[in-house]
């Protein structure tokens, strides 16, 4: 009886997990829609006015290519499947994660440590290849900003 208890809470789990990707994936489809049809045009209108038509098109595409790389990124978040390793609570990681921690300098505030260890998550999440499309389009945009 156990045994079927805990296999309709699996699956109850994995049907909410399931049913919270597909409203991030439509939330996601939807803001593209809208923000193409309302927004784009505008924007590139006012920026043709002012940087030239080349910059106003990459621009435009730079941003839509950030928000749909954050609706991935929630997308994979959330229906990645908890390991133990991150249901066992914070400051039980991994000696890894410990030694990196302490081999790097220490940081004037909780909000360094905290930026350290989202790095090293994500880096662990992402792929190689989706590093290093990240990492591009962060230096496109900070030296736009530049």
Known sequence: MQFL?????RSRQSMRRLVVCAALAFAGALSAAVGLGFATY???AAW???YGVVIASIGLSAIYLVLALVFFLCIRLVGA???AKAVSGPGEG???EAAALKSS???GGGS???ALAVGVEIAKQLTPVQLT???ALSGFIAGRRL
């Open 133 to 135: 499309m990240l990492a």
């Open 81 to 83: 499947p908890r390991s």
């Open 5 to 9: 208890s805990a296999l309709a809470a």
């Open 94 to 96: 991994s000696a890894g």
């Open 42 to 44: 505008a924007l590139f």
């Open 48 to 50: 043709r006015l002012q």
């Open 112 to 114: 360094e440590a905290a």
């Open 105 to 107: 300098p220490p940081a």
